[in-house]
């Protein structure tokens, strides 16, 4: 895992410097653009500020050390350090992460049991088409068409995650009330897609579970039907399930990102893209590190509840 | 007696019928299957021909009709049914204090359709000038089908041309992922050890990564001078650079499960080389799996794009893709007085169903034994 | 009306299945009894419609599969059931199954679930339906998984099945089926995965409780050395059909039907000349589906006349006592 994320700062690096160019190069061409003077001066001060002039790999080692004792170096756009921008808006980033993983969860594990246990019935045809449209809507998509169904048929904006009364307050009661109100359209507009995904991958694992020997043979012994789904096959269809946190997280984060743009979220989604416009080499780096780390340590978790709940892997493990 | 020759004979066709023909007919059975793979022949037929189908210059301005609303089709007026569908013109008006246009249609103008008609100038496969249209009105009149846009261009002919970039994105996306994974799968399920090692942890790390920041950073990497048929390809590379790791995986794992068959052993034993035993006993035996996984990765190109370019980060306009036409909708304000601009995201919608449609299909006649 | 003192009786008993592509007759008109102690051999080559013919008896054909006919189950209280009526989830036939008809299956690698370890899908078993406490079932499956012969079963009761070997797997699921002392045991292949030494204990092993328990087996094999082994009469299936009945004498040393006597030609023998090749029946054997008219196996009979075999079905006949015979060379 350290290996991974140890990947991920490269990458992450190596991504950052790769537009040709700097953000300086920018800044000064808008400067020329407007018709100001460039100072030659101001712009060799802020070189060595930023250690643009150094060697790359030397640039990528400051930068890992400063990350590494907390540091993540500021935003050019903002001129203010990376690290406040970050924590400003991760509290929410993760929250909305893991709503949106219980949701996924909640919907999709009973409708996958309902439509293997009920295969080719109406509630299960209905699923299935539901499903496969989910799967083919990008989610930005699906988050335009909500807008503005809101706003043609309600009259109201469903964007962001509060009321302009509390977008600067103080955390409270009141607050937080206002949060839970706002999280359902982003949840069901970022989980759509992995819940579609899950449904059909719940359901095919629970088909070719119901369809093995030793179901047939706990039939055989009068162990009834409901009994029957949920004591076996549900336990090991809920393994893939577990393991799917690995592509599922990626992808609610992914999924995310481009959401919380159209839907204009106070995630980290949002600071990526304008910092990527503005080639905001820091934050840009720090926010994709952010967003990597997360989905990797929540990969992580999952192996460890995998290996809680299939005892052949634990006994594997035991054995070696 | 006929008759029952005739059975025998049925069954003997069942067992010496090929794998291929066995999963066509497989396949047929597959209703959604046809129906998906039915609409997307006819995407890609009409954007093969998308001068010939679109009705107008994709970038010709109509300054009159700026956010016109699609005109309607009608074969009724006043006088009853007439054969030659027609269209009525528009009558703007400008609301004083807001300044928004709205426009009704206007019947005592009526402009009909006429089939193979002249009308603006195009070249075919940019090779053939012509000026032959399937369908259009005389020249005075005007027909947009799906509405136009903030310049006043027609939305109908605009989606049309937009679908030749983002369909054949999602094929050329895939070809190049095909290759990676082949190579890389190949490599790593076949000679196994550190090599697949390697390559097995590089193929975590890229899945544990969110792929749309990862194509963000990478799209915002490309230089914003490059013309656009670099920028074309780079974002093509962009996407297969996530897009290979499940083709390699799919490689490696029914590599691995072959490798211990039993005509694997015969062929080695036999002397053949790693390369003849690959391509000649290997890939035939899982092209079928292979078929199914690439037709299941093309719409995840095809979002790929759509979402990239939405946001700015992809194909730039004049360019035109779904995903650039969509960039339009982006204000939710603009969307609620003129939906129309969501038609190209209905096409994304039914394209990438259909590419499931089909996938799924061919995914159960994949096994046709079973 | 129970005389001959019967266990279960099979009425031209019909299992079709439902497919696109046809109808697939996999059971066509069953009929046999089983006599209370007794072991019943069911025989015939892979497809032929033996583990369709157990499963209808239990009610658990798989979709689309549909039963028909008689089953009729004499139970201990002189009552008579028919299973086929029954509704195949209903509370009356899972009162049976596991109680008083058990069933253990060819692969005892997949048949035990591998979540769960083997004491509790034994208990499982035993509290559906028994009315004891968990600690009681607990001490009686212990006490099972001795009587089959598990070494330390106090310890092996925790195990998970991928822990135990394929022998003592198969034990655990006799185990399972026996522990509710059974009137009916239904042994699908139960040898045929496994080496042939243990096989052999296994065989022995179910000989030994039979005669303890004092229950009726039915025992599906393609195995004609095992049956010799175990069975006291034998039936042989061809494709969904039975084609020869009779006492294990009479098939060993008088089989009549000419797939009989293929079948029994197929197994080697020691101390027959080395050279001699083992005769092989040709051909495989076809889907039932649309089926051709007149016997069954006449494309593949050695005996074969035209005009005669390929156009009517030969009927089911009793050429002696306790021998019955489905072909027109004896009729």
């Known amino acids: 895992m350290v290996i991974v994320l140890w990947a991920v700062s490269i990458t992450a690096f190596v991504i950052i410097q790769l537009p040709p160019g700097d953000f300086l190069t920018s800044y000064i061409m808008k400067l020329e653009a407007s018709g100001q003077i460039v100072d030659e001066a101001e712009i060799a001060a802020l070189r060595k500020q930023y250690d643009l002039d150094s060697p790359i790999h030397l640039q990528y080692c400051k930068w890992m050390w400063k990350m590494l004792h907390g540091d993540f170096g500021k935003s050019f756009e903002w001129n203010r350090p990376v690290r406040d921008l970050i924590a400003e808006r991760l509290p929410l980033t993760v929250t909305i992460s893991i709503f949106t993983l219980i949701f996924t969860y909640l919907l999709a594990i009973p409708i996958g049991i309902y439509s293997a246990a009920r295969q080719y019935s109406i509630g299960d045809y209905t699923f299935t088409v539901f499903g496969f449209i989910g799967l083919a809507t990008p989610g930005f998509l699906f988050a335009l068409i909500l807008m503005f169904f809101f706003y043609r048929y309600f009259g109201i904006s469903v964007g962001g995650l509060f009321s302009p009364q509390y977008q600067l307050a103080d955390w409270s009661g009141a607050k937080f009330i206002d949060l839970l109100k706002h999280l359902p359209i982003p949840v069901l507009v970022i989980g759509m897609a992995g819940t579609a995904g899950l449904i059909r991958i719940m359901r095919g694992c629970l088909l070719d579970e119901l369809r093995k020997q030793y179901v047939i043979t706990a039939r055989a012994k009068g162990v009834s039907e409901r009994r029957l789904l949920f004591k076996y096959p549900v336990r090991v269809a809920i393994n893939p399930i577990a393991s799917t946190i690995g592509w599922l997280l990626p992808g609610i984060v992914s999924g995310q990102t481009i959401v919380a743009i159209v839907l204009d979220l106070p995630t980290v989604g949002p600071l990526l893209f304008r910092s990527l416009v503005n080639q905001d080499m820091y934050l840009a780096g720090s926010s994709i590190m952010i967003l990597a780390f997360l989905t990797v340590i929540g990969t992580f978790i999952s192996d460890i509840l995998l290996v809680w709940l299939d005892p052949r892997i634990r006994y594997e493990k035991q054995a070696r | ?333 603009s969307v609620a007085l003129h939906p129309w601009l969501l038609i190209p995201g209905l096409f994304v919608i039914i394209t990438v169903l259909a590419f499931n449609f089909m996938g799924d299909g061919l995914r159960d006649a994949a096994d046709p034994y079973k | 009306m129970n005389n001959n003192n019967s266990l279960l009786e099979l009425k031209n008993l019909r299992t079709y299945f439902y497919l696109d592509e046809g109808v697939l007759k996999a059971v066509d008109g069953v009929s046999f009894k089983i006599k209370r102690e007794k072991t019943l051999g069911l025989v015939g080559e892979s497809g032929c419609g033996k583990s369709v013919t157990a499963q209808s008896i239990l009610r658990i054909v798989p979709h689309p599969g549909k039963t028909e006919g008689e089953i009729l189950f004499y139970q201990n209280n002189k009552k008579v059931i028919d299973l086929a009526r029954l509704d195949p989830f209903g509370k009356e036939i899972r009162n049976i199954r596991g109680n008083e008809i058990t069933m253990i299956f060819q692969e005892p690698m997949t048949s035990l679930s591998p979540l769960h370890t083997i004491g509790n899908q034994i208990m499982e078993a035993i509290l559906l339906h028994q009315k004891i406490n968990k600690q009681k079932a607990r001490r009686l499956a212990i006490e099972m998984l001795d009587k089959v012969g598990i070494p330390i079963p106090s310890q092996r009761i925790d195990e998970y099945p991928h822990q135990l070997s394929g022998g003592l797997r198969q034990r655990a699921m006799i185990a399972m089926a026996l522990c509710c002392k059974p009137n009916l045991l239904i042994a699908d292949e139960p040898t045929t995965a496994l080496d042939v030494t243990v096989q052999a204990q296994i065989l022995e092993l179910m000989k030994d409780l039979q005669k303890e328990f004092g229950m009726s087996i039915i025992y599906i094999t393609h195995n004609l050395g095992v049956i010799a082994e175990i069975t006291d009469e034998v039936a042989v299936m061809y494709l969904g059909k039975i084609v020869e009945y009779g006492s294990i004498d009479e098939i060993f040393h008088n089989p009549l039907h000419p797939y009989t006597v293929r079948l029994l030609k197929s197994i080697p023998k020691v101390g027959r000349k080395a050279r001699m090749r083992l005769e092989s029946i040709k051909g495989a054997v076809p889907l039932p589906l649309g089926l051709p008219r007149g016997c069954r196996f006449y494309p593949r009979c050695p005996q074969f006349k035209e005009g005669l075999c390929n156009l009517d079905n030969p009927p089911l006949v009793e050429v002696q006592e306790k021998h019955k015979v489905r072909c027109f060379l004896f009729g």
């Open chain 2, 1 to 333: 007696m006929k008759n029952k020759q005739d059975k025998t004979s049925l069954e003997e066709k069942y067992y010496i019928a090929s794998q291929w023909q066995l999963m066509w007919r497989k396949f047929k059975k597959h209703k959604l299957a046809i129906f998906g793979g039915t609409i997307l022949s006819i995407f890609y037929f009409i954007t093969i021909f998308c001068g010939f189908f679109s009705t107008q210059d994709i970038y010709k301005r109509h300054t009159q009709y700026i956010y016109a609303p699609p005109q309607r089709i009608h074969f009724f007026d006043e006088k009853g049914f007439h054969l030659r569908p027609f269209v009525y013109g528009l009558k703007r008006k400008i609301d004083p204090v807001t300044f928004r246009r709205t426009y009704t249609e206007d019947r005592t103008k009526k402009y009909p359709i006429y089939f193979f008609t002249h009308g603006d100038k195009y070249r075919l496969w940019n090779l053939f000038p012509t000026d032959i249209h399937l369908f259009g009105v005389k020249s005075g009149g005007t027909i947009f089908i799906f509405g136009t846009d903030k310049l006043g261009r027609d939305l109908f002919s605009r989606n049309l041309h937009a679908a030749r970039i983002s369909l054949s994105i999602g094929l050329v996306g895939v070809f190049l992922s095909f290759i990676l994974g082949c190579i890389l799968g190949g490599i790593s399920g076949y000679f196994g050890g550190t090599v697949d090692m390697v390559i097995q942890r590089v193929i975590e790390f890229l899945i544990s990564i969110p792929t749309i920041p990862l194509w963000m950073c990478l799209a915002a990497a490309l230089p914003p001078h490059w013309s656009p048929i670099k920028v074309y390809f780079g974002i093509t590379i962009i996407l297969s650079i996530v897009g290979w790791c499940g083709l390699a995986r799919v490689v490696r794992g029914k590599l691995l499960e072959l490798r211990e068959e039993d005509f694997v052993m015969a062929a080695k034993i036999a002397g053949a080389t790693d390369y003849r035993i690959i391509t000649r006993h290997l890939l035939p035996s899982f092209l079928s799996y292979l078929i199914v996984n690439i037709t299941l990765a093309i719409p995840s190109m095809i979002l790929g794009e759509t979402s990239l370019s939405f946001l700015g980060l992809g194909l730039q306009p004049p360019v035109v893709s779904w995903g650039v036409l969509l960039q339009d909708a982006q204000n939710v304000r």
